[in-house]
């Protein structure tokens, strides 16, 4: 079993910025890839960007890329978001989830997930 909790959602201004984390547990964790998803009202979730442990490589959704930076600091167990140049339309429930491998982008690929925290961008 693998234990995800984010943290850092709140209401922030556009273009402003804001930085999730997401503090993972669990005996074999460490053999998953990180990843982060968010779902506006009405929409499907959405890949932001994901991050492999071993390697640190990592993955972004196209409507990210450039703004968000996914990072992890191994000693905390700890994944981070951080979150730059925010739009109104990155508002959203940010998911963090662990996968097992194969295709990062897609949200069948993850087996556990976090309960969520809020991102408001305010225009």
């Known amino acids: 079993q693998v234990q995800l909790v984010e943290s850092g959602g709140g209401l922030v201004q556009a273009g402003g910025s804001l930085t999730l984390s997401c503090a993972a547990s669990g005996r074999t964790f460490r053999s998953y890839a990180m990843g982060w998803f968010r779902q506006a009202p009405g929409k499907e979730r959405e890949f932001v960007a994901a991050?492999?442990?071993?390697?640190?490589?990592?993955y972004y959704g196209d409507s990210v890329k450039g703004r968000f930076t996914i990072s992890k600091i191994n000693a905390w167990n700890t994944v981070y978001l951080q979150m730059n140049s925010l739009k109104p339309e990155d508002t959203a429930v940010y998911y963090c989830?662990?996968?097992?491998?194969?295709?990062?982008?897609?949200?069948?690929?993850?087996?556990?997930w976090g309960q969520g925290t809020q991102v408001t961008v305010s225009s």
């Open positions: 991050i492999t442990w071993s390697a640190g490589s990592t």
């Open positions: 989830a662990a996968s097992s491998g194969g295709n990062y982008y897609l949200r069948t690929e993850y087996e556990y």
